[in-house]
């Protein structure tokens, strides 16, 4: 069975699928919204589902699949670092420095920011945020990404 490029791809592109839905089922049953950096990780999966389906057409599709799982993977790990403070996310969804802004435009900075952060964790399981878990996760199905593509080219 792991012997198949074809099956490999179908199992990393229900991986992201299943991801996907993870992800909409907080976020409209669990009543999550996603932050700005949340939905970007979305995007590299969509990626993957469709390398999946063209997968099974052409096996150099599992290259759209890995790099779609290794982008997300990069997003979050970036996300993380964001939401641990290791360093600082975009402005236009972090807090961001204060310091030194006149009333006004501290007014506005308020005004225009988001509702959701990307620098606060919205939930977390064994310590680790949703991002976190989308890196760790999505790097498994980078792993079988590869693996497709390996077997493809023994085949």
Do not use: K
């Not at 006004?104 to 949703?130: F, H, K, N, T, Y």
């Amino acid at each position: 069975m792991l012997d198949n490029p074809r099956t490999l791809a179908v199992l990393a592109a229900g991986g992201s699928l299943a991801l996907l839905l993870a992800a909409w089922g907080f976020q409209y049953l669990g009543g999550l919204a996603p932050c700005a950096m949340c939905v970007w990780q979305r995007w590299p999966h969509a990626l993957a589902v469709a390398a999946g389906g063209l997968a099974l057409v052409t096996p150099l599709a599992a290259w759209l699949g890995l790099g779609g799982a290794l982008a997300t993977a990069g997003i979050g790990g970036y996300h993380t670092g964001v939401e641990r403070g290791w360093w600082e996310g975009p402005s236009t969804c972090s807090s961001g420095e204060i310091g030194g802004l006149s009333p006004d435009e501290l007014l506005a900075q308020i005004m225009e920011a988001p509702l959701v952060r990307c620098d606060e964790v919205a939930w977390q399981m064994l310590g680790l945020s949703m991002a976190s878990w989308n890196v760790v996760l999505s790097l498994g199905l980078a792993g079988l990404w590869a693996l497709a593509l390996l077997r493809a080219r023994r085949a």
